[in-house]
């Protein structure tokens, strides 16, 4: 796949160096466009998975300090 | 040490206990906290996963102060806890609400999970959040 985003032809020496780049620069954009896509649903997935592993970790600390603060926690 | 001292002894033994006992049974912290927890027994205040007591329709002014200022409480012990493991306040707080849901909660108490609206607990323990994993 990243073969197809670098496709742009070497630049030529001279006024077409300029055209070349922007149509390299054009291609990679347009090409590449759809990786994009998956980023945001990966990011959400990492965050509640690190929050989940916290949460856990903390879990014994959380029943000392209920059992520490009775008057906070009336029943 | 004659029967007659030991006596008089164990009377005065009583006298204190049931003086203290009277005092704070008295003070205003017992009689706050036992506002609060009436409330919950009638399911007017329960617990809510983010680590934090809520209300459930309308309570008296006393009510609602004191479990403002239990939560203020509460908030303080989530940082002071959070500073010393490197967690952010919401961490230790919704770990708070995994416990209280998991093993504080008794049948016939109102409970809220996120955004959702009060529920009853019933004999059944209550299904936690996805983040509390193995919580218990």
């Not at chain 1, 959400?44 to 903390?58: A, C, F, S």
Request: charged share 15%; with cysteine; glycine share 12%.
């Amino acid at each position: 796949m990243s073969q197809m985003c670098e496709q742009g032809r070497p630049a030529r020496p001279g006024g077409y160096a300029l055209g070349g780049a922007a149509a390299g620069i054009a291609l990679l954009l347009g090409g590449c466009i759809t990786v994009k896509a998956p980023d945001k649903p990966i990011e959400i997935n990492l965050n509640v998975k690190v929050q989940q592993e916290v949460v856990v970790r903390l879990q014994k600390d959380a029943q000392d300090l209920i059992q520490n603060n009775p008057e906070l926690f009336p029943q | 040490m004659t029967r007659k001292s030991s006596f008089l002894l164990a009377a005065l033994g009583l006298a204190v206990v049931g003086l203290t006992g009277a005092l704070l049974s008295s003070g205003p912290a017992m009689a706050q906290s036992g506002v609060v927890a009436s409330a919950m027994a009638a399911g007017t205040v329960g617990e809510q996963a983010d680590g934090y007591l809520g209300i459930n329709g309308s309570v008296s002014a006393e009510v609602r102060a004191e479990v403002e200022s239990i939560n203020i409480k509460r908030r303080a012990a989530y940082t002071d806890l959070a500073a010393k493991r490197g967690v952010t306040v919401a961490d230790v707080a919704a770990a708070t609400g995994c416990q209280t849901l998991a093993s504080r909660v008794k049948p016939g108490q109102v409970y809220r999970i996120g955004t959702g609206g009060w529920q009853t607990k019933g004999s059944a323990p209550i299904p936690l959040p996805g983040y509390c994993a193995t919580a218990n």
